[in-house]
């Protein structure tokens, strides 16, 4: 059964990995080669990932084709989206929060590899789906 505590014990993993990663590379690259690392390290550590998935989006009833698309999914639960960039702005933020919507997915957690302390540049999110899962297996 999924519960907030599985998933939050997910998240820690996660971010455990990126951790390893901007340790192993430090600072300053694209994102492009921050999500191929990550990717390894989940994959390394027995995670189900998948990459750049296209996230539907329907308008009015309408199915539109739109070229939208998040970083990673670990184990079909957790959206990671990743940056690289000197300032994160509150649209990233925004952006997370509508993936999870649209996915019906219980947490996100936004990454930017462009710092000295990864762990301080963390938002982790969460919303109605997560809000609605059992605390622990009862």
Same mark, same amino acid.
């Given at each position: 059964m999924i519960t &907030? #505590?599985?998933?939050n014990e997910l998240y820690y993993r996660i971010? %455990?990995?990126a951790i390893e990663v901007h340790k192993e590379l430090g600072p300053g690259l694209l994102e492009s080669i921050y999500q191929k690392c990550l990717l390894k390290e989940l994959e390394l550590k027995g995670f189900e990932v998948d990459e750049q998935i296209i996230i539907p989006v329907s308008y009015k009833g309408d199915s =539109? @084709?739109?070229d939208l698309r998040l970083d990673i999914l670990v184990e079909d639960l957790v959206i990671v989206e990743l940056k690289s960039v000197?300032?994160?702005?509150? $649209?990233y933020k925004a952006q997370l929060l509508t993936y999870m *919507? =649209? =996915?019906?997915k219980p947490k %996100?957690?936004? $990454?930017n590899f462009n710092t000295e #302390? $990864?762990? *301080? @540049?963390?938002?982790p999110l969460v919303n109605e789906y997560f809000s609605i899962l059992p605390k &622990? #297996?009862?």
């Amino acid at each position: 059964m999924i519960t &907030q #505590n599985y998933i939050n014990e997910l998240y820690y993993r996660i971010v %455990g990995c990126a951790i390893e990663v901007h340790k192993e590379l430090g600072p300053g690259l694209l994102e492009s080669i921050y999500q191929k690392c990550l990717l390894k390290e989940l994959e390394l550590k027995g995670f189900e990932v998948d990459e750049q998935i296209i996230i539907p989006v329907s308008y009015k009833g309408d199915s =539109l @084709d739109c070229d939208l698309r998040l970083d990673i999914l670990v184990e079909d639960l957790v959206i990671v989206e990743l940056k690289s960039v000197e300032t994160m702005l509150p $649209i990233y933020k925004a952006q997370l929060l509508t993936y999870m *919507k =649209l =996915l019906k997915k219980p947490k %996100g957690l936004l $990454i930017n590899f462009n710092t000295e #302390n $990864i762990t *301080k @540049d963390l938002v982790p999110l969460v919303n109605e789906y997560f809000s609605i899962l059992p605390k &622990q #297996n009862l």
